[in-house]
């Protein structure tokens, strides 16, 4: 294989890309050999033995980026990882007990349920109970532990 390097690098200065995108055809590989100045090199750029690659686009990545922004891009086939690698049990549990606790503190305020009735969710929701707030708000009518108004 004959070493083209010094015309890659003119053409690449030339054209005004970078050296992997210089494609030099392989059937005038000789000519190509022989040029060994600038104006040897445009010549051949001018007949098409050398042309410059086409870029990779990044439109398709541009549109990737707006889809993650808005959530998506996160389904079952996107995740790679345990189902914890993501969002540890801690953060979840975290999250989960202090949306049921602001839950519970609104309703003690707003007078929905009585202070006794709030000390025994509260321990429950320590304990794992609730699930959610939604959970909540069941167990709240089942057991009839809303205030009357």
Same mark, same amino acid.
């Given at each position: 294989?004959?070493?083209?390097?010094?015309?890659?690098? #003119?053409?690449?200065?030339?054209?005004?890309?970078?050296?992997?995108?210089?494609?030099?055809?392989?059937?005038?590989?000789?000519?190509?050999?022989?040029?060994?100045?600038?104006?040897?090199?445009?010549?051949?750029?001018?007949?098409?033995?050398?042309?410059?690659?086409?870029?990779?686009?990044?439109?398709?990545?541009?549109?990737?980026?707006?889809?993650?922004?808005?959530?998506?891009?996160?389904?079952?086939?996107?995740?790679?990882?345990?189902?914890?690698?993501?969002?540890?049990?801690?953060?979840?549990?975290?999250?989960?007990?202090?949306?049921?606790?602001?839950?519970?503190?609104?309703?003690?305020?707003?007078?929905?349920?009585?202070?006794?009735?709030?000390?025994?969710?509260?321990?429950?929701?320590?304990?794992?109970?609730?699930?959610?707030?939604?959970?909540?708000?069941?167990? #709240?009518?089942?057991?009839?532990?809303?205030?009357?108004?």
């Amino acid at each position: 294989m004959t070493n083209l390097r010094n015309q890659r690098r #003119l053409a690449s200065e030339i054209l005004k890309v970078g050296e992997d995108r210089v494609w030099i055809d392989p059937n005038r590989v000789d000519d190509v050999e022989a040029a060994i100045t600038r104006d040897d090199i445009r010549k051949l750029i001018h007949e098409g033995v050398i042309k410059p690659l086409k870029e990779k686009g990044v439109s398709r990545a541009r549109a990737r980026i707006i889809h993650k922004k808005k959530g998506l891009r996160r389904g079952a086939g996107s995740r790679s990882g345990a189902s914890g690698a993501r969002f540890s049990k801690k953060e979840a549990w975290m999250l989960r007990i202090r949306a049921i606790r602001k839950k519970l503190r609104e309703l003690k305020m707003n007078k929905m349920i009585s202070e006794n009735a709030y000390r025994k969710l509260y321990v429950m929701a320590k304990s794992g109970r609730f699930s959610s707030i939604a959970d909540l708000e069941r167990y #709240l009518k089942a057991h009839d532990l809303w205030r009357k108004r």
